[in-house]
């Protein structure tokens, strides 16, 4: 039902390699801003490898330059699902970019602040601009082990911090673990 929704935003997580980029390349017209560039290899055993367009991203200036271009071209048929691969490494991009211009810089609760408002506004205006086209997120997902022993319950989310997860989660139409 929700990929009849047009259009459609998803969170996909799950382990890294257990093929979540490859479903995502079975996705309508997708284009990929892989971060970083090493996590889309496995788009070229995909008989549409070819027409999937994937942009390469290594740090934080990129992958807002780039999310914010895909975000702003117009639906087309060679172009229907923006993917971001993954989501975990663009929010690292941004933690390592606050860290370099406050270099000496404690780590604090207010850093996480600043950098979850950082991503959320960049999340935001690529939402607002992809208005037209699908969204689908990927990120690794995080297992936290409540209790001991073998039959100790285990949590698993996207990796990154609850106050975040819980931001992005309210402006998507679904969320999926992948195994």
């Known amino acids: 039902d929700i990929l009849n929704n047009d259009p459609f935003s998803l969170l996909l997580y799950g382990e890294p390699k257990i093929g979540k980029t490859t479903l995502a390349g079975g996705f309508p017209a997708p284009k990929f801003i892989s971060c970083p560039r090493s996590e889309a290899t496995s788009l070229a055993a995909l008989p549409n490898a070819k027409s999937i367009e994937v942009y390469g991203v290594e740090n934080w200036a990129d992958f807002v330059e780039i999310s914010l271009k895909l975000a702003k ?83 698993i989310s996207p990796d990154f911090g609850a106050g975040l997860k819980s931001k992005i989660e309210a402006r998507l139409n679904g969320i999926f673990y992948y195994q």
């Open 73 to 155: 071209e117009p639906a087309t048929e060679d172009f229907q699902t923006l993917v971001f691969d993954t989501f975990t490494q663009g929010y690292a991009f941004c933690l390592t970019a606050w860290v370099e211009a406050n270099k000496g810089a404690q780590i604090s609760q207010n850093t996480w602040t600043v950098v979850n408002r950082r991503f959320l506004d960049l999340f935001d205006k690529v939402f607002k601009l992809n208005k037209d086209k699908n969204l689908l997120i990927l990120a690794h997902s995080r297992t936290v082990v409540l209790g001991e022993g073998p039959g100790a319950e285990k949590l």
